[in-house]
């Protein structure tokens, strides 16, 4: 079949890679324009478009899809097939009508479960024991087309949204080349979804990210897992006798206990573990705010710090 590719995020690249390999035509790719970045503020493609590049494949790079010129472009272009990958554009029934085998979405959770922007970080902060990939059908609700396959996928206990992220990436490639071979030899079979049993998966933000230590030290743990590596989990430190604040990212934590209820939470305790409304954790890495990735140990040392300082939430504005 002749495939029109839609994507912008690197959790395609596997897929776009194995599309290539497979029996089927890889025609064209539609991405995001370029974007400033840097300290320079030049033009830098996204992992889609570079991967266009070097792989010497036609691409276009469209604001919007749904404008008269991408329909256009569509319809020039008569794929048989529409693959939308990590694109972040919601794709209009116009477009979905051009390809006449419709178009399909590589979604990164088990749906109905966690539609939305976000769905393997909330999997890790909901302390989701399994997540996966489902190959659904385009649809006007937001992931909420009919189910074509699915493939799960263990979370482990230290595993971070860039983790799970990675290892679905690889998940999906074959089970979309699969999917693509079934719908070609028309023998695929689409299931519809429960939207009693769907959960949402929202856009994240910074604010997000904001720790609070009268949470519990599972709960603490899973939020900062889910968030790295963006937006990032933070907090702020508190050194008790400078009453000097320090932001920093919390990158790695280690569950001490989930028992035990601390009216002191937040707090260092002798050990160098943070106590938390309920257990405690250690903190293994964090990032001070203008520093590099270092051990809680290291940054107490270069401040003088130590037991009785304490983590506090950090302020809106943070």
């Excluded at 790719?29 to 478009?49: F, M, S, V, W, Y």
């Excluded at 569950?255 to 009216?263: E, L, V």
């Excluded at 309920?278 to 051990?295: A, C, N």
Aim: hydrophobic fraction near 40%; aromatic fraction near 6%; proline fraction near 4%.
């Amino acid at each position: 079949m002749k495939i029109v590719y839609c994507g912008c995020g690197k959790f395609g690249i596997d897929s776009l890679n194995a599309i290539k390999a497979s029996g089927h035509t890889l025609a064209h790719i539609i991405t995001h324009p370029a974007k400033q970045a840097g300290r320079g503020q030049k033009l830098r493609p996204n992992d889609i478009e570079q991967w266009a590049l070097e792989n010497k494949t036609h691409f276009s790079a469209i604001e919007d899809i749904n404008t008269a010129t991408g329909i256009a472009l569509l319809r020039k272009l008569a794929p048989d097939l529409l693959v939308v990958i990590a694109f972040g554009q919601k794709i209009s029934l116009e477009i979905i009508s051009i390809p006449p085998k419709g178009a399909i979405n590589v979604h990164g959770s088990l749906l109905p479960k966690y539609r939305g922007a976000a769905p393997i970080n909330w999997a890790i902060i909901n302390d989701e024991k399994f997540t996966g990939i489902s190959v659904i059908t385009l649809a006007q609700t937001m992931d909420a087309g009919e189910i074509l396959a699915t493939a799960e996928l263990k979370i482990a206990e230290d595993d971070t949204a860039g983790d799970i992220h990675d290892a679905l990436a690889k998940l999906a490639a074959p089970l979309l080349v699969q999917t693509i071979d079934k719908i070609a030899a028309g023998t695929a079979e689409y299931k519809k979804q429960d939207n009693s049993k769907a959960s949402k998966a929202p856009k994240l933000s910074k604010t997000v990210g904001f720790l609070d230590f009268a949470d519990s030290a599972q709960n603490i743990h899973n939020k900062v897992r889910g968030l790295c590596p963006w937006p990032g989990a933070t907090a702020t430190f508190v050194n008790a006798k400078a009453g000097k604040k320090i932001p920093a990212i919390i990158v790695k934590t280690q569950i001490i206990s989930t028992d035990g209820k601390n009216a002191q939470f937040g707090t260092i305790d002798e050990n160098l573990n943070i106590l938390c409304g309920t257990g405690s954790l250690k903190i293994i890495e964090l990032k001070p705010q203008g520093g590099k990735i270092m051990d809680l140990k290291s940054f107490l040392n270069g401040r003088g710090s130590g037991k009785g300082d304490y983590f506090i939430t950090p302020e809106s504005d943070v």
